[in-house]
């Protein structure tokens, strides 16, 4: 079957780095998401993609977030200056009918 | 604002009860509600949803139901199995939007031997 892949598992980072957080969704999907959960949190949307670019976003993706699509196949979040309040599970999602998304395992993001 | 929201955090069950899991809402402009279970070190995963002009739908021993009229949605687990301990989270999508998910709190679901 299928799934949602991403990279790394788990990412360590100083305050102020840059990181990359990596997706492949499933190959045939076309609505693409990233959404994070805080420990103990619920989850919470961050941005919506669509047709190679952003369809939405919450008030949590601010200027130091951004996304790409650089081919056909990965998708990733990137954080250009991480604050100690990044730090998170940070899930990939996708879908091809936006009902039943996907959801990759997750990379747990920790920022000292 | 939109809102969705879990009545209880923990539910403890034995082993082959059924589970009865709720869900609060506040937004009436949402398309669909959803179900997902997420286990331990896991994302989330699809269970169920629910469109909403639907009342009730059924899965695979769970059914989901949806009364508008007081904003509430609840799952039911039917012979809960120690495989069903995880966090169950119900989920929005709201009229026009990207069709992104506003999840809730979540439930903590328990199965005892």
């Known amino acids: 079957e299928p799934e949602v892949t991403q990279t790394p598992s788990h990412q360590v980072t100083q305050m102020g780095q840059e990181v990359i957080l990596r997706c492949v969704p499933i190959?045939?999907?076309?609505?693409f998401y990233w959404y994070r959960q805080i420990l103990g949190q619920k989850v919470e949307f961050l941005v919506s993609?669509?047709?190679?670019?952003?369809?939405?976003k919450s008030e949590i993706f601010d200027d130091q977030f951004s996304v790409e699509r650089p081919d056909g196949s990965n998708f990733t979040l990137k954080i250009r200056s991480t604050k100690l309040e990044d730090s998170a599970m940070y899930f990939c999602?996708?879908?091809?009918?936006?009902?039943?998304?996907?959801f990759g395992p997750g990379t747990r993001l920790t920022v000292t | 604002g939109e809102s969705v929201g879990l009545h209880l955090p923990t539910l403890s069950v034995q082993e082959g009860d059924n589970s009865i899991i709720n869900c609060a809402y506040s937004n009436s402009a949402s398309d669909y509600f959803i179900w997902y279970k997420q286990e331990s070190g896991k994302g989330p995963q699809f269970i169920i949803d629910?469109?909403?002009?639907?009342d009730k739908r059924q899965g695979q021993r769970v059914t989901v139901l949806l009364n508008k009229t007081v904003k509430h949605l609840s799952l039911q687990i039917a012979a809960t199995q120690p495989g069903d301990s995880a966090v169950y989270f119900c989920?929005?999508?709201?009229?026009?939007?990207?069709?992104?998910?506003?999840f809730g709190s979540g439930t903590q679901l328990t199965v005892l031997p």
């Open positions: 999602a996708s879908t091809v009918k936006a009902y039943e998304q996907y």
């Open positions: 629910i469109r909403s002009n639907m």
């Open positions: 989920a929005e999508i709201l009229s026009g939007s990207a069709r992104q998910l506003t």
């Open positions: 190959s045939n999907h076309l609505y």
């Open positions: 993609f669509y047709n190679n670019e952003i369809s939405e």
